[in-house]
């Protein structure tokens, strides 16, 4: 086994000081003697997708220690997208990826920790994870604490989608408030992140695929009876990667990254995976010229879409598992020849798991590459004088490849909410909502209330939005985000006028308005007042959404 970091805290002399406070902690000599295994909990009460992972880490504890580590836990936050969506507290999301992974590279450095076990649930804390761990590199297993079940209402199978589509609906007349609380009632059964293939969900795939994640651990549904031993699994892989030496930036390549695009691409995942993954990337020293934006979009047009997932499909994740999981969707792509084989953390190469992929009998979840349900993926990557460095278009949930028609600019999502939830948002639009980048909000929050509620007043078909901002997972329709240069660093999105002419054409990868930009001058950006802080801070910071947004650098 290699000199492990723990030596250098813990052995001679001089480290009897650390040695006696450890003590009274409660780790003896013999425990002090074993491999030192963080495990870094995002565990909170505040949130349905965060709330059980108190209870696994105690089944991950017991895989640690039975494997021969001994464990110290520590924990992190969470700012839970789904709760905080529509308000000003969206702007701390994409803000806590980066807290959670300071400090999780803190707390292990900090204490010369061996590996690290995360334990993650809501959309931030899996790319967060990935993050810190690309930065320590040390072994390191991200165990996702698993998907919500379906709600249910009149033997429809709801998720979150259904209620912020809801909203929508009731402001527009087509529901009562009576049929409202029925839907918000129903949507959450108990533990577990959003059931759709949204950011947690995508997220949780791309780190099977990364081979962060042992294979099929993260496919277990939350309250599923099978989650504990999960944990248990999980911790016992992270023992058995010291052991071997097996430290996350071997695991983090790009044919990794590439592999994990493909998968989030061949289910239509969330748009956010292009910022995550880009983020890791960067972390782990893979540049631009090994990983960029563009392969999102060279991606798409290899990949076809083979899994029928909400938002824009019929199935959730825990169908998708009961279907054969992550190794039937890696036999598809395996046998499609659109993955690569790579090494994993438990030291079995990715392929190993898929050639044995299991089928349900039946399924009409995963298909296959030769009879896909959609020709190419669900993600573009656009440019033009709206976006000269690039923006993310989302495909789920339509076959269009091509939209124009008048700009109706916003300045930030809350006139936009209240211009929709008035009528003031018309068939044919291209809704333009800016300030809302990673300086501009500061935070690039999530557009989920907005685009709900243009599917809830049935313009879903009819209407396409742009912005510098984010989508949830759960959006669906014609969205093109991450917009950039955004518009508080100067970028033409702040040009725009409402009644301009753009074009969204994706085959020609294009984003353009006819509007002479040039002449124009855009009108002087200040901070938002929330700009103070953690936030302030992060303004400062945080560099291109094309470059994953992240506030660390190379």
Not at 426 to 443: K, S
Request: with cysteine; hydrophobic share 45%.
């Amino acid at each position: 086994m290699p000199r492990l970091p723990s030596r250098d805290l813990v052995e001679g002399p001089a480290r009897a000081p650390a040695r006696a406070m450890l003590h009274a902690a409660g780790y003896d000599e013999e425990a002090l003697a074993k491999p030192l295994i963080a495990i870094v909990n995002s565990w909170s009460t505040v949130t349905p997708c965060n709330v059980h992972l108190r209870d696994l880490a105690d089944h991950a504890r017991r895989g640690i220690e039975e494997a021969g580590g001994t464990a110290i836990d520590f924990n992190t936050i969470v700012v839970t997208d789904g709760i905080s969506m529509g308000t000003p507290g969206m702007r701390a999301s994409l803000m806590s990826r980066e807290a959670i992974a300071d400090s999780a590279e803190l707390a292990v450095r900090g204490h010369s920790l061996d590996a690290v076990l995360f334990l993650v649930g809501c959309d931030k804390t899996s790319p967060a994870a990935a993050m810190a761990a690309a930065r320590l590199d040390l072994p390191s297993v991200v165990l996702y604490g698993g998907s919500i079940m379906p709600g249910r209402l009149r033997d429809k199978a709801l998720t979150i989608q259904d209620v912020f589509e809801a909203v929508g609906a009731h402001s527009s007349g087509t529901i009562d408030d009576g049929e409202l609380r029925a839907v918000e009632k129903a949507a959450c059964p108990g533990a577990g992140a959003c059931g759709g293939q949204f950011t947690a969900n995508t997220m949780a795939l791309a780190l099977s695929f990364l081979g962060l994640s042992p294979m099929g651990l993260n496919d277990v549904p939350a309250v599923h009876p099978d989650k504990p031993g999960a944990a248990y699994e999980a911790g016992w892989a992270v023992v058995d990667a010291v052991r071997a030496g097996r430290n996350a930036r071997s695991l983090i390549t790009p044919e990794s990254l590439r592999n994990a695009a493909v998968a989030g691409t061949a289910t239509a995942g969330s748009t956010n995976l292009v910022l995550h993954l880009l983020a890791i990337a960067r972390e782990a020293g893979i540049g631009a010229d090994q990983f960029g934006i563009d392969l999102f979009d060279e991606v798409s047009r290899a990949t076809p879409v083979i899994a029928d997932l909400k938002p824009g499909g019929r199935f959730m994740a825990p169908d998708l598992a009961a279907a054969g999981g992550t190794p039937l969707l890696g036999r598809r792509l395996m046998d499609a020849g659109l993955i690569t084989d790579t090494p994993t953390v438990t030291g079995q190469s990715l392929f190993s798991y898929f050639a044995d992929a299991q089928e349900a009998e039946g399924q009409e979840v995963i298909v296959t590459a030769a009879a896909p349900i959609k020709a190419r993926g669900g993600f573009g990557i656009l440019y033009g004088n709206i976006a000269p460095d690039g923006c993310v278009v989302k495909l789920a949930g339509h076959g269009k490849l091509r939209f124009d028609g008048p700009a109706k600019v916003f300045d930030g999502e809350e006139a936009c909410f209240e211009a929709l939830t008035h009528g003031g948002i018309e068939a044919g639009d291209i809704v333009v909502i800016r300030y809302e980048g990673p300086v501009g909000g500061p935070g690039m929050r999530e557009m989920l209330a907005i685009t709900a509620a243009i599917q809830g007043r049935g313009l879903g078909n009819d209407v396409a939005l742009v912005t510098d901002g984010r989508f949830s997972g759960a959006t669906y329709g014609f969205m093109v985000g991450h917009v950039t240069p955004e518009a508080a660093k100067g970028g033409p999105i702040a040009l725009l006028r409402s009644g301009d002419r753009i074009v969204i054409d994706v085959e020609q990868r294009v984003i353009q308005t006819d509007a002479d930009l040039d002449a124009r001058t855009a009108p002087e950006w200040r901070p938002s007042r929330e700009a103070t802080g953690a936030y302030r801070k992060y303004a400062r910071l945080v560099g291109s959404a094309s470059d994953g947004a992240i506030t660390s650098g190379m």
